[in-house]
């Protein structure tokens, strides 16, 4: 797996707006922004930016970082540095991910500010709304459409599963159910998600949470 980040996904080409949406002075240099990003919600996030004309660039690290949560802070913190002599500002497009508060000494450290949150399916679903899928059924396995699409890549082949099956039961033996937390649901997605239940012998339910959670929390990262 590469550590290496994609090329950033701007926003400004087109953009006339403050993160506030409120045009800037005339003449007035642009606050310059960028988010570090999980590669899992790097394009929803730039199309959130898009639509607000942020001045914002989103640089992706990779979504498999996400198998191997104790890269994630250095990675982030190897990137903020890189990209701190470019940009009037650092954001952390992450929530905790697994890193168990290593992502926040890094945040500290360098004076940062990340998404909040446990993991992304809070930005999507809502905080109370996962926990109440998890008192209902514990073994509930979660997908968003990024993992839907690449459900082949970043699960079936990062656990050996397209090789050695058998190995079902011991990744997915105590779940009962695959929930997709659905952002932008459409015919190909749906026969994706159930063929992606149906790989790991789970009922799929599909609950349609749109973009609005990560969006609101993009908003408030931005503007603060």
């Not at 990675?75 to 508060?101: K, M, P, Q």
């Not at 937390?181 to 749906?190: I, K, N, W």
Request: proline share 7%.
């Amino acid at each position: 797996m590469s550590s290496s980040p994609t090329g950033p996904t701007s926003t400004t080409s087109s953009s006339s707006s403050s993160p506030s949406d409120a045009p800037a002075p005339a003449g007035a240099a642009r606050h310059r922004i960028a988010l570090i990003a999980c590669g899992a919600i790097a394009q929803p996030a730039a199309a959130i930016a898009g639509r607000h004309a942020w001045p914002l660039d989103v640089h992706p690290l990779p979504p498999l970082l996400h198998n191997q949560p104790q890269l994630i802070a250095g990675e982030v913190r190897r990137l903020a540095r890189d990209l701190a002599a470019s940009y009037d500002e650092v954001l952390v497009g992450y929530a905790d991910c697994g890193t168990y508060g290593a992502l926040d000494e890094v945040c500290r450290e360098l004076g940062l500010r990340r998404l909040p949150g446990l993991h992304c399916y809070d930005l999507y679903a809502g905080e109370s709304r996962l926990e109440r899928f998890f008192d209902e059924q514990p073994g509930t396995y979660l997908l968003t459409d990024f993992l839907v699409r690449s459900f082949a890549r970043t699960v079936l082949q990062e656990l050996g599963l397209d090789r050695w099956p058998e190995l079902r039961d011991d990744y997915f033996g105590q779940y009962t159910r695959v929930v997709w937390l659905a952002q932008a649901p459409d015919a190909e997605l749906r026969v994706l998600a159930e063929a992606a239940a149906g790989r790991i012998g789970l009922p799929l339910t599909v609950v349609e949470t749109g973009d609005s959670g990560l969006e609101r929390a993009l908003a408030e990262l931005v503007s603060a």
